[in-house]
């Protein structure tokens, strides 16, 4: 099992580009997240698909779009990328079912973005 | 709002010590999860520990231990003979239970050195 696959691993963009960042699990799992992580503030919850066709803004969703394409995958998408969305994202998923009780999340191993 | 808060950016152990890191958090639930996750240099986020809030017995994995006082809400990880592969930056999360949407909540992070 690959886990939590996440493509691409770096990425240089200039303002105003766009882009999607894709994310694909292979474990089953009905929950999907994704995260951006900057110096001092940890994580932060962008956008999360508690299963497949339903999506939520998380706490810092302004600036993305994200798309359950199905039940293994969940695309996080720039309009219109600005330098404050310099960050590195992850996706995770997990599964109340799947994961166990404590229903964990499995993270990617993230993307680096650089916008200039 | 629920928060979770490291108050230590930066800690540093002498190799085959023993460090503690603390989290504390703010939550009026009473049922709920809390993580301990590492992320190394390679940016993969990976679980530590995990605790279950009524489950009174703290939570030991290998050399990891917490200190889990739910009155004082506080959740704090215990490394005993630190090893040069413990270096990394460390998250704590909480989740509540039953909330439908297993969203986690992280703090800012503890990077850890280990001196050798």
């Known amino acids: 099992n690959a886990g939590v696959t996440q493509t691409p691993k770096f990425q240089v963009l200039k303002t105003g580009q766009s882009m999607t960042l894709q994310c694909a699990q292979d474990?089953?799992?009905?929950?999907m997240y994704w995260y951006r992580q900057d110096p001092g503030m940890g994580l932060r919850l962008i956008y999360y698909?508690?299963?497949?066709?339903?999506?939520d803004k998380g706490e810092v969703p302004n600036g993305y779009n994200v798309s359950r394409l199905n039940k293994r995958e969940f695309s996080l998408r720039l309009e219109s990328a600005a330098p404050s969305q310099t960050s590195v994202y992850f996706c995770?998923?997990?599964?109340?079912?799947?994961?166990?009780?404590?229903?964990?999340?499995?993270f990617g191993p993230g993307t680096r973005l650089t916008v200039l | 709002a629920q928060t979770v808060t490291q108050s230590q950016p930066e800690m540093s152990v002498q190799e085959a010590e023993t460090v503690t890191l603390s989290c504390t958090y703010d939550?009026?639930?009473?049922?709920?999860?809390l993580f301990w996750y590492k992320q190394p240099p390679s940016r993969q986020m990976i679980l530590v520990i995990r605790?279950?809030?009524?489950?009174?017995q703290n939570a030991t994995e290998n050399r990891f231990s917490v200190n889990f006082q739910k009155a004082a809400k506080s959740f704090s990880l215990k490394i005993s003979d630190s090893q040069l592969g413990d270096a990394a930056m460390y998250f704590c999360?909480?989740?509540?239970?039953?909330?439908?949407?297993?969203?986690?909540?992280f703090g800012t992070g503890t990077r850890l050195k280990v001196l050798a």
């Open positions: 995770a998923s997990s599964d109340p079912w799947t994961s166990g009780i404590y229903n964990e999340q499995f």
């Open positions: 474990m089953n799992h009905n929950s």
């Open positions: 698909s508690a299963s497949e066709g339903t999506t």
């Open positions: 939550t009026s639930e009473s049922d709920y999860y």
């Open positions: 605790q279950e809030a009524y489950k009174q």
């Open positions: 999360a909480y989740m509540p239970r039953g909330s439908g949407t297993y969203k986690y909540i």
